[in-house]
Structures are given as structure tokens and as C-alpha cells.
């Protein structure tokens, strides 16, 4: 592997965007020569550009919504989903941040599988992978059909590729390394569910007592003023 200065130390920007070249060959020998290379500064930089891209597609996928209600209105065509000017702006920060909140969720779940292994390290690894891959997967989603084919392969990749930098970050077994990604979806799964059920419950129980409410409203402006 190509090298620029030391092997422990950060690679510049510009090498890193020749590793993103290099997705298919991202096995656990590669992730374990690139660890010591760990770059917080490297990260974020990745991040940034990826959230750029993602503002771009989403303008991009609004331009086609304007288009096809324009069609619409005048050929009688299906509109496709229109973006709201503000969610693409909203992945500027939306999307570092969900990124950092899940390697962290990651990481938590990596240390109680017993990992000896860092939250930057693995944000550095993940982020190799992760950029170049997600840009593509958003671009090939905007392909009707096959594009949601294409992107549930990419997804599926980006698993095996996840599994494989947990196990060298932390040190752990395939097994466990599964395990540290999936137990932060299905602990967010598991809360999803509560909530809802305790939203279900609650509405049960008060729905009769809006009801009535919502009844007096309309008898009472039913009934005609003396």
C-alpha cells in the first residue's frame, strides 16, 4: 500500500480520496494497515463533501418534483416526491451528525462485546467506506426500478464492509462484530415500538373524552344563537 510519510501518520486529504477508488478491496488486512492512520481532521472532511453531495441530489431530486408537476398539470403524468427546499439544507448538518451519533452507538455496543478499540479509529474506517459508497447509492436510487436494486446491493455491501472494520478495530469475532452493529438498531427498534405502544394506549384512553369534546364543539355550534 501506497504510503504518504510515516506509516502512523494522517494521510493528506488527497490520498484519501484515492482510497475511496479502492471499496472492493477494503478486506480486514486493509482496514488493519489503515487504523494507525486514523484521522479525526480526515473525517469530518469526508463528511462534509458526502453532506455537499447530498444537498446536491436533494435540489437536484426537487428539480425533477417541480418537473413532473409541471407534467402533471398539463399531461396528466404521476408527480415523483418533492423534496422540501429546507430538508436539503438540513443534511449539511444532519448528516455528520446522525454519522458521528451511529459509529457511537457502534462503539458502545463493541465495548460490551468485550472490543478494545477507539471511536475515532473506527469514524476513520467506517468514513472509507462509507463517503464513496453512500454518494453512489444515493445516485443510483434516482434510477427507476433498477436503481432501488442497485441500492439495496450497495446496503448489503456496506454491512460485510462495517462488520469487517469492527472486527479489526475492537478486535472481536465475526459473530460479535454482527452483533455490535445490529444491537444499536434493534435496542432503537425496540424503543420505537415501546413508544408507539404507549402512544396507542394513551390514545385509547383518551379517545372517548375527546370525542365528547369534539362533540359538545359541534352541538353547540349547531344549535342557533337566541
Not at 468514513?127 to 441500492?151: D, E, H, Q, R, W
Not at 432503537?188 to 415500538?193: C, P, S, Y
Not at 369534546?213 to 344563537?225: E, G, M, S, Y
Request: hydrophobic content about 60%; aromatic content about 12%; proline content about 6%.
Amino acid at each position: 500500500m501506497e504510503t504518504g510519510g510515516t506509516t502512523n501518520s494522517p494521510r493528506p486529504i488527497g490520498e484519501i480520496f484515492g482510497l475511496w477508488l479502492k471499496v472492493f478491496q477494503m478486506d480486514e488486512p486493509f482496514f488493519a494497515a489503515e487504523a494507525p492512520r486514523a484521522s479525526t481532521g480526515n473525517t469530518l472532511i469526508a463528511l462534509i463533501i458526502y453532506a455537499v453531495v447530498a444537498v446536491i441530489f436533494g435540489f437536484i431530486q426537487r428539480a425533477i418534483g417541480f418537473r413532473q408537476l409541471f407534467l402533471q398539470r398539463y399531461f396528466g403524468n404521476s408527480p415523483s416526491f418533492n423534496v422540501p427546499i429546507c430538508l436539503p439544507l438540513i443534511a449539511l448538518v444532519a448528516v455528520p451528525l446522525g454519522y458521528y451519533i451511529g459509529v457511537g452507538l457502534v462503539h458502545l455496543a463493541a465495548k460490551l462485546f468485550g472490543g478494545a478499540g477507539s471511536f475515532s479509529t473506527l469514524a476513520y474506517l467506517v468514513s472509507l467506506f462509507y463517503v464513496p459508497l453512500g454518494m453512489v447509492i444515493t445516485l443510483v436510487s434516482l434510477i427507476p426500478c433498477l436503481g432501488t436494486l442497485l441500492a439495496l446491493a450497495g446496503d448489503v455491501f456496506v454491512i460485510i464492509l462495517w462488520v469487517r472494520a469492527i472486527k479489526v478495530n475492537y478486535r472481536l469475532t465475526t459473530g460479535r462484530a454482527v452483533g455490535a452493529y445490529f444491537v444499536p438498531a434493534v435496542v432503537i427498534l425496540v424503543i420505537l415500538l415501546v413508544l408507539v405502544a404507549i402512544a396507542a394506549v394513551i390514545l385509547a384512553l383518551l379517545a372517548p373524552s375527546v370525542g365528547n369534546i369534539f362533540q359538545n364543539i359541534i352541538r353547540n355550534l349547531a344549535t342557533p344563537v337566541p
